[in-house]
């Protein structure tokens, strides 16, 4: 899709806000230091920090002025993906950087944290109070015997606790991972079993939608079945007494302790996060310190345009790659506003009202929230204070036109919409948010600096104006080290370089436009995206198919023109086995409880048989792209596929639905 050269943006940034933005500033600095282009603003700069991939980290480092214990040799010692080698020789500590703030006589009193929950009270913790609590908890960690190198484990919400916890862990050298609590225990499990946690931080529960949710039992399961772990500590968010053996969160962040950064290698792992395990279990993919430090700053403080005196604010779950990005707006000295709650309670307004009372200038959220106030007609524009928000940015999946136009026209009309796409691969965005450039309907605003981002067909070419694979042909810092139990690296290759070797593939469709702009146009694969949670389809087969009546099933994902997020699930029952009410709850009941309320299907469908490869497994991405109404010659390789009488159903259904 080419665009009009002469069609109006939605939204331009005034020359004010351009001279002000931290990008502006940092390209006229690169210039007279590093020999970035003077002229020619976001699109030159871009081009040279591609081209001059190490010139341009080096100056990004420079200019956030990261601090290394010991120096690197060279910025880019091996660029060959998988493996690129990031500042060899460095060492430096994530957790230092986040917490430079407190340091700062003026700004050690001000809030870093703002927590609000679905009582909306707001409670502040201030930089000095979060580097104090980090401090005692670093000192337990160690004292507990977790060395450089041990996972821990958070199996929690979005709370000041959650964030002190990994922070405390990256001082110390640890690697964080965490779930969010309303994921079941074979969720959890299926995720922390890998990578062999020795401290498990916990709440007893949670509230969400106004209910309180006990976790007593299902956190019980996690300690019988993680056999490594040393440590329990108990989190009394609904107040109750800390089990038996479990060391109490208030005891191990009483004392008044300076922390100890830890320098570890700039490839020292920070975290775990994992893939929606589409075919079999979710991949554990290992970021490196130095990788997301210098990723983050570069993503926060020039493409969000965040600093010190910003209210950072973004509906998220410590399940979701964005709680990881959301705690780093502390790198730029930025206040977090961490919301504890359902997006929509006590009424679909609670995000607005959340960004009303804690003054937040980001405002970041689902396009799928976005679709559904605009769907429910309210007016946050008119009906809350939102003259602080700058920017409201929307991820999860892509933003449809009506929704840049609902945000224009209900909550400002000089307001910067930044759609944005990344992934959970490299906790990042490949594409969005640029604060000097206009913002055209549907359209994200431009790729990343440092990020050699295009869309290739087939065959590898460039396209520009067509839909096409989104690939990145240069490494970037973030991009895993590796794969947790990957020894010889084959799921890490066979996961991003199978289709186009030394390229990472991404599994996105987009365009990228004439101007430089970019559309998604959802997955070119399988994985299922419920508000901006990925999960895959194994972990539904594996609850679903317990019940005694379901035979097999198939589970399809698909994004809908309106923004909409259309999931059935189609099950094949047993001989005997009727689809009446009572086993359609039983099947959401069983999702539910086991999984995450989430991914309850929207329809439950009866099929005479779920399609398979040749080698047995079933077909999703052809079954999805029947379902957006793709012609079966084209949807498939006949030749692939066990029985073709079956993809039918779905074709004829997909008629239906038009």
Same mark, same amino acid.
């Given at each position: 899709?080419?665009?009009?050269?002469?069609?109006?943006?939605?939204?331009?940034?005034?020359?004010?806000?351009?001279?002000?933005?931290?990008?502006?500033?940092?390209?006229?600095?690169?210039?007279?230091?590093?020999?970035?282009?003077?002229?020619?603003?976001?699109?030159?700069?871009?081009?040279?920090?591609?081209?001059?991939?190490?010139?341009?980290?080096?100056?990004?480092?420079?200019?956030?002025?990261?601090?290394?214990?010991?120096?690197?040799?060279?910025?880019?010692?091996?660029?060959?993906?998988?493996?690129?080698?990031?500042?060899?020789?460095?060492?430096?500590?994530?957790?230092? !950087?986040?917490?430079?703030?407190?340091?700062?006589?003026?700004?050690?009193?001000?809030?870093?944290?703002?927590?609000?929950?679905?009582?909306?009270?707001?409670?502040?913790?201030?930089?000095?109070?979060?580097?104090?609590?980090?401090? #005692?908890?670093?000192?337990?960690?160690?004292?507990?015997?977790?060395?450089?190198?041990?996972?821990?484990?958070?199996?929690?919400?979005?709370?000041?606790?959650?964030?002190?916890?990994?922070?405390?862990?990256?001082?110390?050298?640890?690697?964080?991972?965490?779930?969010?609590?309303?994921?079941?225990?074979? #969720?959890?499990?299926?995720?922390?079993?890998?990578?062999?946690?020795?401290?498990?931080?916990?709440?007893?529960?949670?509230?969400?939608?106004?209910?309180?949710?006990?976790?007593?039992?299902?956190?019980?399961?996690?300690?019988?079945?993680?056999?490594?772990?040393?440590?329990?500590?108990?989190?009394?968010?609904?107040?109750?007494?800390?089990?038996?053996?479990?060391?109490?969160?208030?005891?191990?962040?009483?004392? &008044?302790?300076?922390?100890?950064?830890?320098?570890?290698?700039?490839?020292?792992?920070?975290?775990?996060?994992?893939?929606?395990?589409?075919?079999?279990?979710?991949?554990?993919?290992?970021?490196?310190?130095?990788?997301?430090?210098?990723?983050?700053?570069?993503?926060?403080?020039?493409?969000?345009?965040?600093?010190?005196?910003?209210?950072?604010?973004?509906?998220?779950?410590?399940?979701?790659?964005?709680?990881?990005?959301?705690?780093?707006?502390?790198?730029?000295?930025?206040?977090?506003?961490?919301?504890?709650?359902?997006?929509?309670?006590?009424?679909?307004?609670?995000?607005?009202?959340?960004?009303?009372?804690?003054?937040?200038?980001?405002?970041?959220?689902?396009?799928?929230?976005?679709?559904?106030?605009?769907?429910?007609?309210?007016?946050?524009?008119?009906?809350?204070?939102?003259?602080?928000?700058?920017?409201?940015?929307?991820?999860?999946?892509?933003?449809?036109?009506?929704?840049?136009?609902?945000?224009?026209?209900?909550?400002?009309? &000089?307001?910067?919409?930044?759609?944005?796409?990344?992934?959970?691969?490299?906790?990042?965005?490949?594409?969005?948010?640029?604060?000097?450039?206009?913002?055209?309907?549907?359209?994200?605003?431009?790729?990343?600096?440092?990020?050699?981002?295009?869309?290739?067909?087939?065959?590898?070419?460039?396209?520009?104006?067509?839909?096409?694979?989104?690939?990145? /042909?240069?490494?970037?810092?973030?991009?895993?080290? !590796?794969?947790?139990?990957?020894?010889?690296?084959?799921?890490? !290759?066979?996961?991003?370089?199978?289709?186009?070797?030394?390229?990472?593939?991404?599994?996105?469709?987009? /365009?990228?436009?004439?101007?430089?702009?970019?559309?998604? !146009?959802?997955?070119?694969?399988?994985?299922?995206?419920?508000?901006?949670?990925?999960?895959?389809?194994?972990?539904?087969?594996?609850?679903?198919?317990?019940?005694?009546?379901?035979?097999?099933?198939?589970?399809?994902?698909?994004?809908?023109?309106?923004?909409?997020?259309?999931?059935?699930?189609?099950?094949?029952?047993?001989?005997?086995?009727?689809?009446?009410?009572?086993?359609?709850?039983?099947?959401?009941?069983?999702?539910?409880?086991?999984?995450?309320?989430?991914?309850?299907?929207?329809?439950?469908?009866?099929?005479?048989?779920?399609?398979?490869?040749?080698?047995?497994?079933?077909?999703?991405?052809?079954?999805?792209?029947?379902?957006?109404?793709?012609?079966?010659?084209?949807?498939?390789?006949?030749?692939?596929?066990?029985?073709?009488?079956?993809?039918?159903?779905?074709?004829?259904?997909?008629?239906?639905?038009?």
């Amino acid at each position: 899709m080419t665009s009009a050269a002469d069609e109006a943006p939605l939204w331009q940034p005034g020359p004010d806000r351009i001279a002000a933005a931290a990008v502006t500033r940092f390209q006229k600095w690169a210039a007279e230091r590093h020999g970035a282009p003077a002229e020619g603003g976001y699109a030159a700069l871009h081009r040279w920090s591609v081209d001059e991939l190490d010139t341009f980290w080096q100056a990004v480092a420079e200019w956030f002025d990261v601090r290394f214990s010991t120096p690197y040799e060279t910025v880019l010692g091996d660029r060959t993906m998988p493996g690129a080698q990031w500042f060899p020789g460095a060492t430096l500590n994530y957790a230092e !950087h986040a917490l430079r703030t407190a340091g700062d006589p003026l700004r050690a009193d001000a809030p870093a944290l703002l927590h609000v929950d679905e009582t909306h009270t707001q409670i502040p913790t201030s930089w000095s109070e979060l580097r104090r609590l980090v401090g #005692s908890l670093a000192a337990e960690l160690r004292a507990l015997g977790v060395t450089p190198g041990d996972r821990v484990s958070g199996y929690l919400p979005n709370i000041p606790e959650a964030v002190v916890a990994f922070l405390a862990t990256a001082a110390v050298g640890g690697v964080w991972t965490s779930c969010a609590p309303d994921f079941g225990a074979r #969720s959890v499990l299926d995720r922390f079993q890998q990578v062999e946690p020795v401290v498990l931080f916990t709440v007893d529960g949670y509230r969400y939608g106004g209910k309180e949710h006990h976790r007593a039992d299902t956190v019980a399961e996690l300690r019988r079945e993680l056999p490594t772990l040393r440590a329990v500590v108990h989190i009394p968010l609904l107040g109750t007494e800390a089990p038996e053996g479990a060391l109490d969160w208030s005891a191990l962040t009483a004392s &008044d302790t300076e922390p100890v950064f830890e320098q570890v290698p700039f490839d020292h792992p920070l975290w775990v996060l994992y893939s929606s395990g589409t075919t079999g279990l979710p991949k554990a993919i290992v970021q490196s310190q130095g990788g997301i430090l210098l990723e983050h700053f570069k993503q926060i403080g020039l493409h969000c345009d965040l600093g010190p005196e910003d209210r950072f604010f973004w509906y998220t779950s410590t399940g979701w790659m964005m709680w990881n990005f959301l705690v780093s707006g502390l790198l730029t000295g930025t206040t977090l506003v961490l919301y504890d709650g359902s997006p929509g309670y006590p009424d679909v307004s609670a995000q607005w009202r959340v960004a009303e009372q804690t003054g937040a200038t980001l405002f970041g959220t689902s396009a799928a929230y976005v679709m559904a106030c605009r769907k429910a007609g309210i007016h946050p524009g008119r009906d809350f204070d939102l003259s602080r928000i700058q920017c409201v940015a929307t991820t999860g999946s892509p933003l449809p036109p009506d929704g840049f136009r609902w945000l224009h026209d209900e909550v400002a009309d &000089d307001l910067w919409i930044a759609s944005v796409s990344g992934g959970t691969d490299v906790c990042s965005c490949f594409a969005g948010a640029v604060p000097t450039l206009p913002v055209h309907i549907g359209e994200l605003q431009a790729p990343a600096l440092g990020t050699d981002l295009q869309s290739w067909d087939p065959a590898g070419n460039a396209l520009t104006g067509e839909v096409g694979e989104l690939v990145v /042909t240069k490494p970037m810092p973030s991009m895993p080290i !590796h794969f947790w139990n990957d020894p010889d690296g084959s799921r890490y !290759h066979d996961s991003y370089f199978d289709m186009y070797p030394g390229v990472w593939r991404h599994g996105d469709w987009i /365009t990228i436009t004439d101007r430089g702009s970019v559309v998604i !146009h959802g997955r070119s694969d399988s994985t299922l995206n419920r508000q901006g949670v990925r999960m895959g389809s194994a972990d539904i087969y594996e609850a679903v198919e317990r019940l005694p009546e379901i035979r097999e099933s198939l589970v399809i994902g698909l994004e809908e023109p309106d923004g909409g997020y259309w999931m059935p699930l189609f099950v094949h029952l047993a001989e005997g086995a009727t689809l009446d009410d009572e086993l359609r709850n039983s099947i959401k009941r069983t999702i539910r409880e086991n999984l995450s309320p989430r991914h309850v299907p929207d329809e439950v469908i009866e099929v005479p048989g779920i399609p398979h490869t040749l080698t047995g497994k079933r077909i999703e991405v052809p079954v999805k792209r029947l379902l957006q109404g793709t012609a079966l010659a084209k949807a498939v390789n006949p030749g692939s596929i066990d029985n073709l009488e079956l993809l039918h159903f779905y074709e004829e259904l997909a008629h239906k639905r038009r």
